[in-house]
Structure formats: structure tokens, C-alpha cells
């Protein structure tokens, strides 16, 4: 598949927003900067961004709680998201959200759910919604390997399929849920092998390259708009980092070798993508440092911009509970 | 005015907001061949796409209803209350949260019309009155019709509403009679129960029966036979328990001095429980006698015949309480 030069270097810039977004998130949490946890999507980069590459602003996107990657990838903005993390009036969710809660319906992120397996439904949902209006957007729900044995999961799969919704389901299997292992707790081997229960195409990609992943996601979108249904996407991938910020001190006793996560470190999924670029001719090493450079000073803005906007007032906490707002009690 | 069965009122409701408004459409277990009455002639009219026969998976229809409704739908979805159990995360961590949870971006019109169905040997699997838990849940608006012209209008209300609604239907009214005026009778051509009004069902001096869904009829009961002896009882029905009209419940026992709540759901923690304590707290100078509440007892519900209607608020019970209340 030929891609265009311009969303190449965009999923590059996206995979560099992440990544450096979220190397700010880890500095200023162990600095104390903010109160809530939050969980590193380091190394899983390719998958929401070559995922998101294949959509539109008008298609929806729901995820997860390990829940910045996927807003950015969508194009959501990092000065809101950070401003979220730091629990504050700019934030996406005006700091009733926080890290695990993003979402940006101005370009259908619907929102990430720090409940595992629970925003598949609703992506469902918006997929269903495209089915009865006869339009041409469709959903894309994001979930790990962990998610992938929820009821939820099985429940959206038959439904979709049953109603050949257009809906992409992608697991980003990065192998752990928390940490206990795919091997301990899925009955099969790959997650898209239980595409055939549901009697949809079952797609395993290799989850560090962002090509592999654009071009399987590409590919379920046609089929999707064209009225042929759900797809599931399985993206083999690894955390580089730990479950959620502070987990190593707490935990007692590892459960990946260091070997592991050394081999998989050597898979970087920006490695992969610079390289793909470089050596196809799309860009040099100098444009694609100038992208990475480009992005760590937006993170360092949108940093600023977190840290200079007010919290919310006590006199807002009850604000946004209801569209039509009643007195109750 | 026509007299129309409760079941038909639902039904009026639905088709009427089907046709007004081509984004209501419903979905639920076995709606096409309409297996409780209330979405009858529905396929005929609107067709597959807009009355969609769901498999047995609440967790993941009840969440699609909240993603249809995250981009423009409004979905009726149509349950029972104790197979919402089975769909609760979407419930509670979905519906009722999103909005605020998101800051205001996520508007969730969607309505969850659940029929309790209790007192006819259905056994503790099928007979659950859950709206006390959906009342302690932020983010949910809470609906207990108590009669047919209720049923009808609260239910358009909550299909036009933008937030999450979970309207019970009491399904020992289900075949109640009761007048629905007719649409050309009424301002504006139709029937609309707005929410957090509660209607004053009978007038009295002596006593404040209030009533939650099938407990209205209860208490009208009691006051009109308690009339009889001399004693006057006012009822009071709710008709929404979130929002709630504590005004109109306040005023009435500044009147009587005596408050007795007949509430059908298990009695720890019910809607009688959150009502007593707003009378405690607000009311409570003018209370002449300690509030009673009439709730189902603390027990799960019995299969046999011989014991199931000892678990219920019934005349009898709710009749001495309020004397209760008059010997003090």
C-alpha cells in the first residue's frame, strides 16, 4: 500500500507527541506536579496511531485507561489533556476527568473508561447509530488483552456481527494485564482468534509498526463504510513501562525478566517508523529530529499551559452533572 | 376521557415519540413479536431498523444504547428490573457518569423502560424494585409512574429528556384501567407529565399517606376506607423519585402532622427510607407522631403463593400505620 507522504510524517509527529507527553507525565508526577495516577502508553505508540491515521474526524473513537495515546492519535489537543492531568479548569474535562477519563467529542474521542471492557459497548453504540441513520462514519473501540476476556468484549463482538455494524474492535495486547500474563489468563493463543466465534475477519499485526497497524485498520474502515461489517485487530505490543506511575514501589516481586523488556525496548516503534521513513526517502533524519524536537516543545507549552490554569471553583462541583439540571435532593 | 390500560398507555407513548421524532428508536429482548404488550405494532409501522430485536446481552445493549444516544439517537431500550443487574456496569459506570465525568461534552438521552415484575410467583430471579439503588447513583432520573395518563406522559417526558432515565413500570398496574385524555383535549395536543411534580392524589387533614408506583393505589385505598371511619387522608404520589417535589410532600404534612410512606421496594435504604429522612430533617416540626414507612420486608421473594404477599406493603399494613400515627 502506497501512503501519503504527509500521513506518514503526521503519524510520526503524533507517535512523537505521545511519547514525549508522557515522558513530561512521568517527570512531573515523580515531582509531585499532580495528584492521580496515570498509565504510560510508551511502546504501545504504533497501535493507536496507525489505528487513528485510518479515520476521520467524524468516525468515534472509545478507549481505556491507559488513556493518553489514544486522544492524541485521534488529534486531540496535549494542552488540554495535560491540563486535565493537573486537575485544572482548561483541562479537557474542565478537572472532573483526569488522566484516565479524556475525551474531545469536537473530534469524536467519546471518552476513555477506566472500567476495562466497558466503553466497547458504546462504541457499539455509535456504530449502531451510523447503521440506523444510513451514514458512513464508523466506531473504533480500543481494548487490551486484560479487557479481552471481559463479558462486555463478547457481548459487543456478537452484536456488531449480528447487526454487521461498522465497528473496528483493536486489542493492543501488550501481554500483561497488570501483571498477570496472556499466557495465564486467555484460553487462545492470538486475541484475534475469536474473530471466528463471531464470524468476522480476525487481523494479528505487528503492534510496533505503525505502517502494519495504518494499514490493517485501513483496510477494516473500507469494509466497515462499505457495509461489510465489524473487524477485529489484534496489535502485538509491549509496555515499556510499568502498569501506572508509582506501581514499582508498591508491588512485591516482578513478573516480566529484564531480558523481556530489553528485547521488546529494542522494537521501538518510533525506531521502526523513522527507519520506514529514512529509508523509503519520505524524510530525512534531520526532518524526522525536527519532528521530535517540534513535539517535545509543544508538551513543554502545553506543560506551561497546565500549570498556569486555575482549578476549578468549590462553587463548581456540582456543575455538568445534568443536560437538563434539576434540584435533588 | 378514554379509559386505557396501563400496558397501552406505554404503548401510545412510544409510538407517538417514534413518530415525532425519527431519532427515537427501541430495542430490547423479544419487542418485534412484543412479548409484554407495550411495543405492539411497532415493526409494522417503523420497521427493522428502528425496533431491534437484541440478543441476551444486556452488558452490551444497554451500552450501545448510550453510544447511540453519545451521537444524536434517543434509544428506548426495554428491560426488566432484575435483568439489570446483568447490564449494570453500563449503567451505572456509563450512563449515569459520562457527563460529568467528561466535563459536560457527553449528552446521553437514552431511556431504560423497565418493567418490575412482583407479586405474581415470578420468584426472587424476576420480581426485583431496584429504584432506591438508582436514587443513591448520581446522574440517573429516576420515574415511578403510578397510573396509565402518569405512565404515558412521564414516558414521553423522559424520551424528550437529555439525561439518562430509568422509568419502572410497576407491573402490578399493568393492566390497570385508568383516563388518558385523549391528545386533542389537552394544550399542545398531547400528553406530557413534566418531572419532579408530585400529584396530590386525594385531599385530607389527618394523616400524609405518600405512595411510590404501585403503593399509590395502596394508599388511596386506605384513605378512601379510612374515610368511612372518619378519618381523613391525603396521598400523595411523587410520580418521579429523582427528581424529587419535597415541597408538595412538606406542605402536606405541615397540614396533617402525620406521615406514613408506602413503598414497595425492600425496606432498608428505599425510597420511603430517603423520604422519611427529608421529613426528618425539613419537616420535623411539624411532625405530631413518628414517620412510618410500609416497605417490603428485608427478605428475598418467595415463589409460593402461601408466602410472597407477606413481603409487601399491602391495605392492611399501610391502614395501621396510619392509625399508628393517630394514637400518638
New interface residues.
Partial sequence: MDIDRDLLLLMLRRMWMIRNFELKVMEVHSAGEFAGGAHPYIGEEAVAVGACAALEDTD?I?GNHRSHGHPIAKGGRVDKAMAELYGRVD???????GSM?L???SIGI??E???LG????????????A???GEKFV?LAFFGDGASNQ??LH??M??AS??NLPIIFICENNQYAVTTSYADTVAVEHVSDRASAYNMPGILVDGQDAIAMYEATASAVGRARAGDGPSLIEGLTYRFEEHSLGLGRVRRGEYRTQEEIDNWRKRDPLDILEHNIISQGVATREECDAINAKTVEEVEKATEFARNSPFPEPSDLF??????P???? | MAQTVFIEAINQAIIEEMRRDENV?IMGEDIRRSVYGATANLLSEFGE??V?D??L?E???????????????R?IVETLTSFMWVGM??LI??AAK????????????VVYRASMFYGGGSAAHHSDRSYPMFMNM??I?VIVPSNPADMKGLLKSAVR???PCIVFEDGTLAGMRGEVPENEDLPGDELIVP??QAEMVREGTDCTIVGVAGGVNIAASVSDQLAQEGISVEVIDPRTL???D?KTILNSVEKTGRLVITDPAHKVCSAAS?IAS?VAEEGFWSLQAPIQKVASEQVHIPYTPALEPHVYPDVEKVTAAVKRTLES
Fill in positions: 468515534y472509545a483541562g479537557y474535562c474542565k478537572g472532573k476527568g477519563h475525551a474531545d467529542y467519546l471518552g473508561s477506566g472500567i466497558s466503553s466497547v459497548p458504546v462504541a457499539v453504540g455509535a456504530a449502531l447509530a447503521s440506523i441513520k466506531s463479558g462486555a457481548e459487543s456478537n452484536l449480528v447487526w456543575d455538568d452533572m445534568w443536560a437538563d434539576i434540584a435533588f435532593p | 428508536f431498523k428502528r431491534l437484541t440478543p446481552s452488558n452490551g445493549f444497554f451500552g450501545a444504547a448510550i453510544g447511540a444516544s453519545l451521537v444524536g439517537m434509544p456496569d453500563q459506570s456509563q459520562m457527563r460529568y465525568m467528561f466535563g459536560g461534552q457527553a449528552t446521553l438521552p448520581p446522574g432520573k429528556d437529555n439525561d418531572f419532579g429523582v427528581p424529587f419535597k430517603e427529608i
